[in-house]
């Protein structure tokens, strides 16, 4: 069965959403199971696309929301907590993550020489599918 396209069909996940934006932090969603948190993950982030479509039809392409949504500011993460699974709808900060300038770095030639050389071979270890599990 196809996910659907339509905004109405998502009128639960954007009540989350809006909810997510008046909070100063975010939100979290709990849900009985994993399937469940996985699945409302999938249709929260399709609403997100889907206004970053309609947006796309409404701004101008100059206009700084033109193909962009309101939500595009948050991450959603999985968690489990004892028996339940939640999702968290948390606003991204710049503080989350820790970035350094390449040209400082003391072995900087070292990565310049990796990230820009074509003739990289790469090793590939192969396995039998038997040896992986399903998670569900």
Known sequence: MAISSSRISYSDCYEHWDAAVADSIGLRIR???????????????KARRIDRDDNKKIYPVEHPMHAQSIYDQFSIRKRQEGEAWFLYIT?????????????????ANGVEQSLNSDSRELEVQSQALSTFKRRF
């Open 91 to 107: 606003r991204k900060k710049s503080t989350d993550y820790k970035s350094e300038p390449l040209s400082q770095l003391e072995q």
């Open 31 to 45: 849900f009985t199971n994993e399937p469940d948190a996985w699945r409302e993950n999938l249709r929260l982030n």
